[in-house]
């Protein structure tokens, strides 16, 4: 059975929610998903996993969750070389602009879904598509 991580950083429960409806998508599929908080991963629990969804919320000024979230990102960025991975997060009032720079660290890895962003607390119409993006990891 192939197995994902979905690893996430939520401040107030909102990418919580949306990384539960990636992890419970991914098992739909037959997947074994394990959910994991940013503090909890690294480059080198990267090979353990065929495929990894990461979730952060717009944080600062448009950007990463900078002390736990952005520190994990920049050490395994390197190595998403031709590995599925699949985005997703919240947002408060911007544009989605956090995701589109992250978007473009991401060029060498292979994206399995469209980037899952929603406005503050995620919606039925969000918490299905984040269960397609952990299916797209399949
Ligand atoms: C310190 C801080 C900075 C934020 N910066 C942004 C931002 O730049 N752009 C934006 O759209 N939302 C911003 N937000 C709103 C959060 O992205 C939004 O509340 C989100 O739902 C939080 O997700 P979480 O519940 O998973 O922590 C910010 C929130 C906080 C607390």
Redesign the pocket.
Known sequence: MAKIAVV???????????ANAVAEGAANAGLEAELLTADSFGPEKLDAYDAIAF?????????L?EDVFEPMFSAVEGSLGGKKIALF??????????MRSWEERCTAAILTHESVIC???PDDDALAACKELGASLA
């Open positions: 996430y950083w939520s401040g107030t429960g909102n990418t919580e929610a949306m979730g952060c919320p717009a944080m600062g000024s448009e950007v969750e997060g919240s947002y408060g009032w911007g544009d989605g602009e956090w406005m503050n607390e």
